[in-house]
């Protein structure tokens, strides 16, 4: 099961490198990764390799001796390319200076936190979420403080009370991931609005995460085709910094390429922080990058269908009874509270010797994720049907 | 002169984001990357592309859609193969589980820093150095110590007395850097004892930059074609980090691809913060250094040979009577002293517009390095013939 050793105490290293988490998805993938004929519906990927036409464009600059040393913002072909898709998405102008290439989602929210919290301060996450925004500020040095949703029939929500009444004076922002990963739960323009406004009167950062925003499923969140965005509410001047990844929409997890949304005038704050984060984003990979914002509309429009086809499958597990799914609006996530858990990571590795399937435990996603489990339904459908079968036919002993 | 705006104040970033300083290095490269005919000599790499065999495993990789997320700590493979490229440049056993891969050297020394320093702690640097170290220092939030190495006709050395004098109770490192970038310096193994009880004494970590050791070229340095190494004079318990990198061995500055060699009880801790901070290297390029690792003999050889011959053709600049020049040991830096420079920066931007030549300024490598450039002489031999001839008619214009 992975389980570290602790690190020797003459080694004395710094607390926040020691309190950095160790993902509570990471141990059960660890834990199952190799094990034959497992269905994998743990991490947060689909099971497509990336279409060919990037993974060409990356090709063709590595024979063109494209390896040097780069722009720290990025190419300025792949900068102008984000900001011609952003004009697609959100139909409205925007400026490629706004737009700094990383390497990855994870790079670019740990720069983020880099600029905005540190040690002593505090982050607002609403939860259940992805445990990497914990992990991130942590490691800043600062304090995450995780606020917790509420669930009804209808789905999960957002307590704007509890939210306001967690701000202190040392709190420096709040995350808001909408499509969110977990729970699925998806924004309204209002809530966005409430959000900013608070935001604004506490003189707070908002981080947003909207990196699933394609992925809309319920014709309610679905404007032409992506969920609402801060773009949409905010005015100019709003403390709003948008982390973004090439991950999701066409399957490049492996690549480690994303972006950073952000005013301008942060530009030479954010170069120097990628000059000694990551010294630049390889030119092939970000060659590949620009192939798939400039050619890659029909593949995000299959894998769109593919994961409204997997949302529909897995629903079913709810008629074993033990299972309660409100359908999520958008991402491909279904975060299924199992009726009688108690530990959600004894149940996911259970799953793996007896079902050989594999979820990642709610537990991973903070306190108020505990007997929950996350499903990656972005998957071919034969999977997925085989997934629910064998989950089903599990369950009942797991929580007997 | 890509001189920053301040950022407005009401955005209200955090100290240790603002003061991560701008690279001096790159001022004078943004300045000057894009001017026709211009012989760039500024930054740490050569003019070779990365060899096709590297390239092409990389490529096959990617066809083979190897584009998935993968392991924190590297693929096996690739720790494999280090372990094995350690076994024969050090003749004697490397446990794989020592290494882990890193997005780029820069990253290794991050996680490093992260790991052994935070607020209000200090790191000393011997100086001049490569200004990196001091950003990733700052950046964790601890203070960089300059400690000035001193010069004489024989070249740079070590200050002992002046290093352990700059030791207080907040310190937490050393980080030694040999061959040095920019000075060329080198240690003997009696130097690396000597830090290394010093270290021992006040319990202190040695962060230690080899990443010239194949470039040597002082024969009493030259230990069967490396340089000597901590590795030479450790105990297994001594708390020593190694970062490392595939940009210079292997013309791979553009890959972003690296490593840290740390005791295997850190292995946890460092596969968090990987995860926090790039979550992972591709494979593909990991691919890719395996094959660097396994068939790169023959093209580093050939590296070495041209860096030889590039240091005998800028030695030559001492004949204008303006420029000092210890014949550096290691490495692929002249670190020329300017007769009566006084802002080295200034000399830099000139002889940018004056010899269409890039050097990089003295100052960039801290306080001791002002009236000097650094000049990066891995090659052809054409361009720094004309380099050496252009520099050497502007010069008498500039310092006159």
Known sequence: MNASAPVPSVLNLRPEAEQAPTSGIVDVFSYGRNKPGI??????????????FICEAAARSLSEGETFYTYQRGIPELRQAIAA???????????????????????????????????????????????????????????PVGVPMTIDAKGWHL??????????????????????????????HEDLRLVLSMARRHGLWIVADEIYSRFVHDPAF????????????????????????????????GWRLGWLEAPPALGQVIENLVQYQTSGTPVFIQRGGVA?????EDFIADQIARAKRGREIVASLTETGLVELPLPAGAFYAFLKIKGAT?????????????????????????????Y????????????????RRISEALPRLVG
């Not at 737009?99 to 994870?106: A, I, K, N, Q, R």
């Open 39 to 52: 269905i994998p519906l743990w991490v947060g990927e689909g099971d497509l390799k990336t279409p060919s």
């Open 85 to 143: 898709y952003h004009e697609r998405v959100y139909r409205k102008p925007f400026d490629p200076e706004r737009f700094f290439v990383t390497s990855g989602g994870m790079p670019a929210m740990q720069i983020v936190f880099r600029m905005i919290s540190g040690t002593g301060d505090e982050v607002l996450i609403p939860t259940p979420a992805w445990p990497n925004f914990a992990g991130a500020i942590t490691i800043s040095g600062a304090r």
């Open 159 to 188: 307590d704007f009370e509890r939210l306001e009444q967690s701000i202190t004076p040392r709190t420096r922002a709040i995350v808001i991931n909408s499509p969110s990963n977990p729970t699925g739960w998806t924004a309204s």
């Open 222 to 253: 679905d404007i032409e085709g992506r969920t609402p965005s801060f773009r949409d509410v905010m005015e100019h001047e709003d403390k709003v910094l948008f982390v973004q990844t090439f991950s999701k929409n066409w399957a490049m997890t």
């Open 292 to 296: 798939a914002m400039e050619q890659g």
């Open 343 to 371: 530990s959600s990571k004894d149940i996911a590795f259970r799953l793996i010797d007896e079902a050989n399937v594999g979820l990642a435990p709610g537990s991973a996603f903070g306190e108020a994720g505990e007997g």
């Open 373 to 388: 489990l996350r499903l990656c339904y972005l998957r071919k459908h034969e999977d997925l049907v085989e997934a629910v």
